[in-house]
């Protein structure tokens, strides 16, 4: 296993759910973090009480990951702030749900947009650096991206391409010895669908699993990449 202190990882979407469970994985671990997402406030809050939990150190950095120029800058700010990038974790999404007949034409881009082409952008920032330190990157997927529903087009569309995306650049970068892995979870307690997790949601995945889930691909042999992890809650409710 790989120790994971001193390693620098860029968390899209770090200021809740998934993202920031993550980031607080990281850092007790002793990793330095930085996180992004578009509510600026929010971001260099969370950022500032991941800092004081004692571990390693963390930045928050204002961008939405749909324009490619404030995804190099973060870069650009993370490698500033650290002096090096060893790791991607493109985890911000949002869901848009809906018959196609009601889902909007800003529905459908803030989904693509978001899911599919922020991820892509995400790599694309962070390739030269992660080229230099061999480093490993994990997109968050969704159980989504392997099975669809009614009123899911847009959030289907967006993951079950993602998933098409990240396998194919997993190939792309191996020998380049950057490890590419994707977690296609299925329900997660957070927020993601406008509503504060409850006593209700104690069956589903919670955000520090997935995050124990992302410490260990961080942590694997540099001679195995395992490339894709579906989960699911092992309890759902019967219905
Ligand atoms: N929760 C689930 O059941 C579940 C299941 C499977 C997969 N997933 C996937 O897991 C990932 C994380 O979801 P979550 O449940 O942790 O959601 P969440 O709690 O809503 O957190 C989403 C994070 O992404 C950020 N974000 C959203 N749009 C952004 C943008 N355009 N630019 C930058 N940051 C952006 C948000 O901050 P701002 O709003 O401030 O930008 C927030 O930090 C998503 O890709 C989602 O599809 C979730």
Redesign the pocket.
């Known amino acids: 296993m790989r120790d994971v202190a001193e390693l620098v990882v860029l968390i899209?979407?770090?200021?809740?759910?998934?993202?920031?469970?993550t980031a607080e994985a990281l850092v007790d671990a002793g990793a330095h973090v930085a996180?992004?997402?578009?509510?600026a406030e929010?971001?260099r809050e969370v950022a500032q009480e991941l800092g004081a939990r004692g571990g390693g150190r963390a930045i928050g950095i204002a961008?939405?990951?749909?324009d490619y120029d404030q995804q190099r800058d973060a870069v650009a700010e993370t490698v500033a702030a650290f002096g090096r990038l060893d790791g991607l974790v493109a985890?911000?999404?949002?869901?848009r749900f809906g018959s196609i007949a009601d889902l909007s034409v800003e529905d459908w881009h803030a989904v693509i947009?978001?899911?599919l082409t922020?991820v892509f952008y995400s790599i694309k920032a962070a390739l030269e650096a992660l080229t230099a330190s061999e480093g490993t990157i994990v997109t968050?997927?969704?159980?989504?991206g392997a099975n669809f529903f009614a009123g899911g087009s847009a959030?289907n569309a967006s993951?079950f391409a993602l998933a098409g995306f990240t396998q194919a650049v997993m190939l792309d970068l191996r020998e380049r010895g950057i490890k590419v892995s994707t977690i296609?979870?299925?329900?997660?307690?957070?927020?993601?669908?406008g509503r504060e997790p409850g006593p209700d949601d104690a069956w589903?995945?919670q955000?520090e699993d997935?995050a124990e889930m992302i410490l260990y691909l961080f942590r694997t042999h540099p001679r195995s990449l395992p490339s894709k992890i579906e989960v699911r809650p092992s309890r759902p409710p019967t219905r």
């Open positions: 899209t979407g770090g200021s809740k759910g998934i993202g920031r469970s996180i992004t997402a578009r509510n929010g971001v961008m939405d990951v749909r985890n911000a999404g949002v869901g947009d978001t899911n922020g968050i997927g969704s159980l989504a959030y993951k296609m979870p299925g329900s997660v307690a957070t927020a993601f669908g589903k995945i955000g997935i």
